[in-house]
């Protein structure tokens, strides 16, 4: 045989082989392709795409469970459709979502929504419907070094905060703690979590005159990082999320020191006494008007206690979940 002849032999073999190839990767590509779309859903009769965008502004202490939902909403349910969330409070994002014209699309919350907010949204004529989102517990928080704060009880607690208490120092409370001034921080009164300390914790009496109450979280978490002798309270997601910078006070409601947790945190928990639901409000015409403001809602009860749990927050009962889906549904 002809050296030239086993050449052309070799390069045949190298053809057949490479379309071979060829052909099992492109059964592979259809098999990873079926898969794929098996697993989001997706598929020729998928549901219809939609562009536009969702308005939500409101809690802070909701911001981090509504700010992963609309970034799995964009990712993989609706990518033409801008879920822009913002973290003004519960009461400042109650004004932006309350207006006759241009208002928010939901506006989150964490305190229900006021008499006098819902008396302004009929006076406008706005259909508000209350969507709960999930279950919060309320975290009393200490600088890391403070090794001596770390159980108190619910009267303590308040004594630490109120504004007629004669507690200064911690001596104060227990006269083997260090005779050194505590510093209280908290949220300012744009934040329902602020409402919910003063009207359900501290029953609408006044904090102490010289609290620090700040506007972002972020700075709480700095401000008590910083100070020995610091307390504040916050949300569980960002007592959770700054482990590293801040450590939760157990408090004793009566039947022993109990620490929040997605575990202790609930209706029924050991930690209800401090236990809240937070909620987002909406825009029933938007969401008639914009298929995308619809469609987010529809989203947010299929997916919020999927999101719960990872962002601080427990799951509400599922069929409660399911209840406020199908009334959310008659919308349409």
Not at 21 to 49: L, R, W, Y
Not at 305 to 322: L, S
């Amino acid at each position: 045989m002809s050296k030239w002849l086993i050449i052309s032999l070799f390069a045949s073999l190298l053809v057949v082989l490479a379309a071979c190839g060829g052909d099992d990767s492109t059964d592979g590509d259809s098999a990873e392709d079926s898969e794929s779309n098996e697993e989001t859903g997706s598929s020729e009769e998928s549901s219809e795409e939609l562009e536009g965008s969702v308005v939500i502004d409101g809690s802070g202490t909701v911001y981090p469970l509504m700010a992963r939902l609309a970034e799995e909403y964009m990712i993989n349910e609706q990518p033409n459709v801008s879920v822009e969330v913002s973290r003004a409070g519960s009461s400042a994002g109650f004004e932006k979502f309350l207006v006759e014209e241009n208002g928010t699309d939901f506006n989150d919350a964490s305190r229900p929504i006021k008499p006098e907010e819902q008396e302004k949204a009929d006076e406008l004529g706005l259909d508000v419907m209350e969507i709960k989102m999930a279950l919060d517990g309320l975290s009393i928080v200490v600088n890391p070094e403070n090794d001596w704060a770390t159980e108190l009880t619910e009267e303590e607690v308040l004594d630490i905060f109120l504004a007629d208490s004669e507690v200064e120092t911690w001596a104060d409370i227990n006269s083997e703690w260090p005779d050194e001034e505590i510093q209280t921080y908290g949220p300012n009164e744009n934040h329902g979590t602020y409402e919910f300390f003063f009207e359900n914790i501290l029953e609408e009496q006044d904090l102490k005159e010289d609290a620090n109450l700040q506007q972002e979280y972020s700075t709480l978490v700095q401000l008590v990082s910083e100070d020995v002798n610091g307390i504040g309270f916050f949300g569980f997601g960002y007592y959770d999320n700054n482990k590293d910078q801040v450590k939760a006070v157990s408090i004793d409601f009566g039947d022993g020191p109990v620490e929040p947790s997605l575990d202790t945190i609930g209706e029924e928990g050991p930690y209800q006494n401090f236990t809240r639901p937070v909620f987002t409000y909406l825009n029933v015409a938007h969401a008639e008007e914009k298929p995308q403001v619809y469609d987010y809602a529809e989203y947010l009860m299929n997916a919020v206690n999927d999101y719960a749990g990872e962002t601080g927050f427990a799951p509400i009962p599922e069929e409660e979940a399911q209840q406020q889906l199908e009334d959310i549904k008659e919308i349409k």
